[in-house]
């Protein structure tokens, strides 16, 4: 069984910074690619950033030059470090992660989430 298990969200003020982790337990032989979401309360889930095996990070023009995706393949642990929040980054943040269970056979897998609230 293979779980993603998302951490460091919380309150803050707008301005502020967060930094998320997401760590990927259980049988996992390989992770390739790793990628943050987010949805907002009523909201469409909106993709936040990927980042491939090999460190190739891709962002969205929202979150450009304030958010930065970085990855530990020794930790199966995905980040997330997010500056200069602004009230319109609250959201359920999540990841997920194309998880190979085997050499054949790769899944798909999401975390729970974790709250992101910014405050004025």
């Known amino acids: 069984q293979v779980n993603l298990v998302e951490s460091g969200g919380g309150l803050v003020q707008s301005g502020g910074s967060l930094r998320l982790s997401c760590e990927g337990t259980?049988?996992?032989?390989?992770?390739?690619?790793m990628a943050w979401y987010r949805q907002a309360h009523g909201k469409e889930r909106d993709l936040v950033a990927t980042?491939?095996?090999?460190?190739?990070?891709h962002y969205v023009d929202f979150v450009k030059d304030r958010f930065t995706i970085s990855r530990d393949n020794a930790k199966n642990t995905v980040y997330l470090q997010m500056n200069n929040l602004k009230l319109e980054d609250s959201a359920v943040y999540l990841c997920?992660?194309?998880?190979?269970?085997?050499?054949?056979?790769?899944?798909?897998?999401w975390g729970h989430g974790t709250q992101v609230t910014v405050s004025s």
């Open positions: 259980g049988n996992i032989y390989r992770i390739n690619n």
């Open positions: 997920f992660a194309e998880i190979h269970v085997s050499a054949d056979y790769e899944f798909g897998y």
């Open positions: 980042i491939q095996c090999g460190g190739a990070a």
